[in-house]
């Protein structure tokens, strides 16, 4: 950058003093030595260039539109995919591969290169440098810089106040025997990034000398359903960065119950406290049997019934589990933006599972978030219906859609979907502000004349998301669920620009249409 910084100096230098000593020789010369036909076309060149900077950003709105890069509407050529993997096996893709089909996608080799959307299993970007230039019509399932959301030590140390305390070992060893001694009846578990087991221990059973480990609060009062500890797993697409847009599934969620009841606790029978791969589903959980076997109800739906039947509240489990996703992915954005630096196009976006599990005054705590969550079926068969759900939808949301009798359609279904109507709002601040003649003023920055051909195509995916959404619930921006109350300035005040300027967006389409709201 700063070396391009000096060219860019150096050149502007240059040109002034071009112009310095050709203004020294036109001053010497007369009038009448310049003829008049060149006199003209500078002036009318002058002018043409004014009103071409004026309009620019419309015009390069119209160049964008008119060259989507929708890969569901790209004309006359078939839709494949890849896959990237590190396993022997494909057991674990099953439903992946199952809907990619369904929906008419081809699969080819990955160093074909010329696929439509790459889904990755493993994390692809440090063996898959080409990644970088992806062509329009490409979309991969994982986001550059997603460990800092995924990697367990780096999530768990962060100090958010749904995150149980924890230290990185043995860096943070002398803070955490500190925190220890301050409370002497914690318990902690010992994680490591790159496995699952975990035991419970007091602090003195802890090795401190660990390397790539951490120890972690132990959340010792859970809620309990027929006497199981559970976590439940909730699905989140991220479709875009900077400006963040974040979306759950709202379908259903996935409960996983110990396969042995909680008390008398016992930390060496770990099937007491920690949900392994062989847990308890929801209808095997004896309470949990009529809602979810005899009157059709899902996981959540079901585990809802239980906590009104204990006399309480489950709505305020969901409220906090929104909270609890979008201020960790937001805490983690700007990490995730600068890994994006590097690539010439960010088509992208990821699908991920949070963990969190509740306490007996169902507050809710984030356990981890996970990359490529287990979608695979093979061990419990009901749960074929979710992961084909979950990915359903997901796919929906990002433009992967089945592909039509015709092939794909055209371009002109982009322009039907999404129109210059649809994205514009606030006509009447736009019209008092003139931003039809000039773009310099703040309140320009969402009037359609004044948008860059990319803030056209940030605003078309959001428009597009949402009116594909499926069972996707948009969770940052932020639902607005009383227009009256909400105060968009307050919101926005400590967001980032763009962050700022998607969110003022949706908040100007849910005034004229509540059905943008949430």
């Not at 889904?119 to 898959?128: G, K, L, M, S």
């Not at 010439?344 to 809710?364: G, S």
Request: hydrophobic share 35%; charged share 25%; aromatic share 12%.
């Amino acid at each position: 950058m700063e070396s391009n910084s000096n060219e860019e100096e150096r050149d502007k230098l240059n040109t002034e003093d071009k112009l310095s000593e050709k203004s020294t020789k036109m001053s010497s010369l007369t009038l009448g030595t310049i003829p008049i036909k060149a006199v003209m076309l500078f002036l009318t060149a002058t002018v043409l260039t004014a009103v071409l900077v004026e309009l620019l950003p419309y015009y390069t709105k119209i160049i964008n539109k008119n060259n989507t890069t929708d890969t569901e509407i790209m004309p006359n050529r078939r839709r494949t995919y890849s896959v990237y993997s590190n396993s022997p096996t494909e057991e674990h893709l099953v439903h992946v591969l199952d809907l990619l089909q369904r929906f008419g996608y081809e699969r080819v080799e990955l160093a074909n290169g010329d696929w439509d959307l790459l889904w990755a299993h493993d994390y692809p970007f440090t063996r898959n440098p080409s990644l970088k230039q992806l062509g329009d019509h490409q979309l991969v399932n994982h986001l550059p810089g997603c460990g800092y959301l995924t990697n367990k030590v780096d999530l768990c140390t962060t100090r958010l106040p749904f995150l149980p305390r924890a230290f990185r070992l043995p860096g943070q060893r002398d803070e955490f025997l500190e925190y220890a001694a301050a409370h002497p009846d914690v318990l902690f578990v010992q994680k490591h990034n790159e496995h699952r087991h975990i035991k419970v221990k007091a602090p003195n059973d802890i090795d401190l000398k660990s390397n790539k480990s951490f120890v972690q609060e132990f959340i010792q009062r859970p809620f309990l359903v027929d006497g199981f500890k559970f976590d439940i797993g909730v699905y989140v697409v991220i479709t875009s960065v900077n400006p963040l847009r974040v979306y759950i599934y709202n379908g259903d969620v996935l409960f996983r119950y110990c396969p042995v009841k909680y008390y008398p606790f016992d930390a060496e029978n770990q099937d007491k406290y920690v949900v392994a791969d062989d847990y308890l589903p929801s209808w095997e959980v004896p309470s949990l049997r009529k809602y979810y076997n005899s009157y059709g109800g899902s996981m959540r739906t079901s585990f809802e019934a239980y906590v009104r039947d204990q006399h309480k509240d489950p709505s305020q489990i969901w409220t906090q589990v929104e909270h609890i996703i979008r201020t960790t992915i937001l805490s983690k954005e700007q990490d995730i933006t600068n890994s994006l630096r590097a690539y010439k196009t960010h088509k992208f976006f990821d699908l991920l599972r949070f963990d969190l599990f509740i306490d007996e005054d169902l507050k809710v705590y984030l356990m981890e978030a996970n990359m490529s969550p287990n979608l695979s079926s093979a061990h419990f068969k009901p749960n074929a219906l979710l992961y084909e759900q979950v990915l359903y939808s997901a796919l929906n949301l990002v433009g992967i859609r089945p592909v039509t009798d015709s092939g794909t359609g055209s371009s002109k279904l982009s322009e039907i979907v999404t129109a210059d109507k649809n994205l514009a709002t606030g006509l009447n601040n736009c019209a008092n502000n003139d931003c039809n003649k000039s773009c310099n003023k703040a309140e320009c920055s969402l009037c359609v004349p004044c948008l860059s051909g990319t803030e056209y195509e940030m605003l078309r995916s959001a428009h597009d998301e949402h009116l594909h959404r499926i069972d996707m619930k948009r969770i940052f921006p932020k639902p607005i669920h009383n227009f009256g109350t909400f105060d968009i300035d307050v919101e926005t005040r400590n967001m980032t620009k763009r962050n700022a300027w998607i969110s003022r967006w949706f908040y100007n389409k849910c005034e004229y249409d509540r059905n943008w709201c949430t």
